[in-house]
């Protein structure tokens, strides 16, 4: 009996250690392509609807909040081309003077106009020039420009999505187009280091500005369609 007991136990423990091979032979299932978001607005040039728009910057504070800022004055042209629109073109005017805040205190928005960051008295403008379009998606591309901060030229890349368009109608009567974008810069690489904290710390205002921005643009004029006698 014992003779044939020990060759059980060792073909028992033998299977035991064995690695498990499963039977799954199911492979996962690829991720769904985006559809091309609906448009019929035409190619040709468009100004930014500014009731519709914002303009948004976020710095980090102490690492314990995002503090946000938006410009209330600022103006875009947009060169479409729905067909190829890596073809297209945007350039962005910003009046730095316009920045504003919630619940600022006295003196603070002198502050973020004044020589320790904007210097709107000096540099009246803020622009964006785009220099290429790298569309990365149906609905998606960055678009890469000149960012002209302070008297400075850097290259930023936005990456911007683009939410639809139509070509005009009754009530509407001109083409209309909306995008979203975001893209992240250094203040520091535009002479804007006041503030930032000192390596191994958080107590300050961060270099790195994140823009978000909303637009809609309204394009050439509706074609009605012709009517039959």
């Not at 976020?58 to 004055?73: G, M, P, W």
């Not at 042209?77 to 190829?84: E, K, S």
Request: proline content about 8%.
């Amino acid at each position: 009996m014992k003779s044939q007991l020990l060759p059980t136990i060792a073909l028992a423990l033998a299977a035991c250690g064995q690695p498990q091979q499963t039977t799954d032979h199911a492979t996962a299932s690829p991720a769904p392509v985006e559809a091309q978001v609906a448009s019929t607005a035409p190619a040709g040039a468009y100004t930014i609807d500014k009731v519709h728009s914002s303009l948004i910057v976020r710095l980090d504070h102490l690492s314990y909040s995002q503090f946000t800022a938006r410009f209330v004055r600022w103006d875009a042209q947009l060169q479409f081309d729905p067909n190829a629109p890596e073809h297209s073109q945007i350039n962005v005017t910003i009046d730095p003077r316009s920045i504003a805040s919630d619940n600022p205190p006295d003196g603070f928005i002198d502050i973020m106009r004044g020589t320790e960051f904007l210097s709107a008295a000096q540099f009246p403008n803020i622009t964006f020039r785009s220099t290429r379009v790298e569309r990365t998606g149906p609905n998606t591309a960055n678009i890469v420009g000149d960012l002209t901060l302070r008297g400075v030229t850097k290259p930023v890349t936005l990456q911007a999505r683009f939410n639809g368009g139509y070509g005009g109608m009754q009530l509407d009567p001109h083409a209309r187009v909306g995008f979203s974008a975001h893209g992240t810069f250094k203040r520091s690489d535009f002479g804007m280091s006041y503030g930032i904290p000192a390596p191994g710390t958080t107590m300050g205002v961060g270099d790195d500005v994140s823009v978000t921005i909303e637009a809609e643009l309204t394009g050439p004029a509706w074609v009605a369609p012709a009517t039959t006698p």
